[in-house]
């Protein structure tokens, strides 16, 4: 078996790589060093896999363009299997990625998702993703450290509590303040809080949320957050030897994984997470924190946002009392390297983790709008993916005259995306809006409220 996968290579900056990027590039140093990969640029068109043959496999993991690679297939009669990848949950990248596949997956086609919370969501969604044709697998432990799990301050000892990755509304980062600013009332001053990462909106700004705890009636809080902006991968020891515990309450509702989570563990920190979506199979049942969904609110896959909230008043108390244990990952082996080596040789993993039901269960998603007469998605997904990559700007921009046309509405964003100099494939805020401008509209759906009496968590399936 010989492998054919994209040569992903993007500049960083003083070793500050967007974690997409980071992901990509780890798989494709996988495979370059533990099987015989064949490297080309999909960027190129259907010549990047025209020497891949019967019995080769293409790994499409670099974003939501599995599709390519099956209307290639077969557009040219190629014979080789496709190994594509969900790495986001309700987004609209991804869920146009399988609605473009679902026609052209054949058997030995293989789905990979980081968690079984994601595998499900998509199991429900898609007839073409089924069990025999996906697994969970996501290649990451190997590259961590192996650290013990470090003991758990006792109540009433100071507590250094941390917070990792982008500052948004989506990981619910307004609660991670509010409940840090309660802490730290409560004890007297003997918690802290230490952030790390990127404010997504100017209200998360040092400036701006020092402001907000000293209007909140506790000034004394201020002196003991740090926020640090963005750390480089090489300072994440760093970042764990200071905190004590984990805060991860996200409910985004692209959140498919938590690497951070992943990174916490290994490196001894314990983590408090939502009691929904994916940490539910990472961490000890003790250390998730009740969540209420948004069963009231309509949500479009085109933006991020939390699907819900933790409970403040529960997440306090245990940060108060200690009430979580030490760091412990629930299952190692989807997210090692043999997992992911096993899926691509055609011999996926079988049994997963219990996970969580709830989430994925509530989703209802809106009915794609039938297309038009003649109309064919994939190939103007194709053609729209070529002309943007390859730099044939005029004809990108005649389609966004078209879509003003037809619309009444000319997006400056958009024409700013295809004037922009560089072409970056996880750019995620580049191509994939072209796509859900020009050729799939992003769908709504809603989350149903759960039956009385459902329980958060199933057990594995094979």
Same mark, same amino acid.
């Given at each position: 078996?010989?492998?054919?996968?994209?040569?992903? @290579?993007?500049?960083?900056?003083?070793?500050?790589?967007?974690?997409?990027?980071?992901?990509?590039?780890?798989?494709?140093?996988?495979?370059?060093?533990?099987?015989?990969?064949?490297?080309?640029?999909?960027?190129?068109?259907?010549?990047? /896999?025209?020497?891949?043959?019967?019995?080769?496999?293409?790994?499409?993991?670099?974003?939501? %363009?599995?599709?390519?690679?099956?209307?290639?297939?077969?557009?040219?009669?190629?014979?080789?299997?496709?190994?594509?990848?969900?790495?986001?949950?309700?987004?609209?990248?991804?869920?146009?990625?399988?609605?473009?596949?679902?026609?052209?997956?054949?058997?030995?086609?293989? =789905?990979?998702?980081?968690?079984?919370?994601?595998?499900?969501?998509?199991?429900?969604?898609?007839?073409?993703?089924? @069990?025999?044709?996906?697994?969970?697998?996501?290649?990451? !432990?190997?590259?961590?450290?192996?650290?013990?799990?470090?003991?758990?301050?006792?109540?009433?000892?100071?507590? @250094?509590?941390? %917070?990792?990755?982008?500052?948004? !509304?989506?990981?619910?980062?307004?609660?991670?303040?509010?409940?840090?600013?309660?802490?730290?009332?409560?004890?007297?001053?003997?918690?802290?809080?230490?952030?790390?990462?990127?404010?997504?909106?100017?209200?998360?700004?040092?400036?701006?949320?020092?402001?907000?705890?000293?209007?909140?009636?506790?000034?004394? =809080?201020?002196?003991?957050?740090?926020?640090?902006?963005?750390?480089?991968?090489?300072?994440?020891?760093?970042?764990?030897?200071?905190?004590?515990?984990?805060?991860?309450?996200?409910?985004?509702?692209? $959140?498919?994984?938590?690497?951070? /989570?992943?990174?916490?563990?290994?490196?001894?920190?314990?983590?408090?997470?939502?009691?929904?979506?994916?940490?539910? $199979?990472?961490?000890?049942?003790?250390?998730?924190?009740?969540?209420?969904?948004?069963?009231?609110?309509?949500?479009?896959?085109?933006?991020?946002?939390?699907?819900?909230?933790?409970?403040?008043?529960?997440?306090?108390?245990?940060?108060?009392? +200690?009430?979580?244990?030490? =760091?412990?990952?629930?299952?190692?082996?989807?997210?090692?390297?043999?997992?992911?080596?096993?899926?691509?040789?055609?011999?996926?993993?079988?049994?997963?983790?219990?996970?969580?039901?709830?989430?994925?269960?509530?989703?209802?998603?809106?009915?794609?709008?039938?297309?038009?007469?003649?109309? #064919?998605?994939?190939?103007?997904?194709? +053609?729209?993916?070529?002309?943007?990559?390859?730099?044939? #700007? $005029?004809?990108?921009?005649?389609?966004?005259?078209?879509? =003003?046309?037809?619309?009444?509405?000319?997006?400056?964003?958009?024409?700013?995306?295809?004037?922009?100099?560089?072409?970056?494939?996880?750019? %995620?805020?580049?191509?994939?809006?072209?796509?859900?401008?020009? /050729?799939?509209?992003?769908?709504? %759906?809603?989350?149903?409220?759960?039956?009385?009496?459902?329980?958060?968590?199933?057990?594995?399936?094979?």
């Amino acid at each position: 078996m010989r492998l054919h996968t994209h040569d992903y @290579r993007a500049p960083d900056t003083d070793g500050i790589v967007d974690g997409a990027v980071l992901m990509h590039r780890e798989m494709a140093d996988l495979l370059t060093r533990r099987t015989s990969t064949a490297l080309h640029d999909l960027t190129t068109g259907p010549r990047a /896999v025209s020497g891949a043959g019967g019995g080769d496999v293409v790994y499409a993991g670099s974003g939501p %363009y599995a599709f390519l690679y099956h209307h290639w297939r077969e557009r040219h009669g190629g014979d080789y299997r496709i190994v594509r990848e969900v790495h986001t949950a309700l987004w609209s990248g991804y869920w146009a990625q399988e609605e473009l596949c679902a026609p052209l997956v054949r058997p030995g086609d293989l =789905a990979l998702f980081p968690t079984a919370y994601t595998r499900r969501l998509f199991l429900h969604h898609f007839p073409s993703v089924t @069990r025999a044709g996906s697994a969970v697998a996501y290649p990451m !432990l190997d590259r961590l450290p192996r650290c013990p799990p470090r003991p758990v301050p006792a109540a009433g000892r100071p507590l @250094r509590i941390g %917070y990792l990755g982008a500052m948004s !509304l989506a990981k619910n980062v307004d609660q991670v303040l509010s409940v840090y600013a309660r802490c730290h009332r409560e004890t007297r001053g003997r918690v802290s809080l230490l952030c790390a990462g990127k404010p997504n909106d100017p209200r998360w700004e040092p400036d701006a949320v020092r402001a907000a705890l000293r209007a909140g009636g506790d000034p004394a =809080a201020v002196d003991a957050l740090r926020l640090e902006g963005i750390w480089p991968q090489r300072r994440l020891a760093a970042f764990f030897d200071a905190i004590d515990v984990l805060l991860f309450p996200s409910t985004a509702s692209r $959140e498919t994984l938590g690497r951070v /989570v992943l990174e916490a563990l290994a490196h001894g920190v314990p983590v408090l997470a939502a009691d929904v979506g994916p940490a539910v $199979e990472l961490l000890p049942a003790r250390n998730l924190v009740p969540t209420a969904l948004d069963t009231h609110g309509t949500f479009d896959m085109g933006r991020v946002g939390p699907l819900g909230r933790v409970d403040e008043d529960a997440l306090t108390e245990k940060l108060l009392t +200690r009430d979580f244990a030490p =760091a412990a990952l629930r299952s190692e082996a989807p997210y090692t390297d043999e997992a992911f080596l096993s899926a691509l040789r055609g011999d996926p993993p079988g049994a997963e983790p219990g996970h969580d039901r709830t989430l994925p269960d509530a989703v209802r998603v809106a009915p794609r709008p039938p297309q038009g007469p003649g109309q #064919d998605p994939a190939a103007a997904a194709d +053609r729209l993916f070529l002309d943007f990559f390859q730099r044939r #700007d $005029e004809a990108v921009h005649a389609a966004l005259d078209a879509h =003003a046309a037809r619309t009444g509405h000319d997006d400056p964003a958009l024409r700013r995306i295809v004037d922009a100099p560089a072409r970056n494939l996880a750019d %995620y805020r580049a191509f994939p809006r072209l796509l859900d401008a020009l /050729v799939l509209p992003p769908l709504t %759906y809603t989350l149903a409220p759960a039956p009385v009496g459902a329980g958060t968590t199933t057990g594995g399936t094979p």
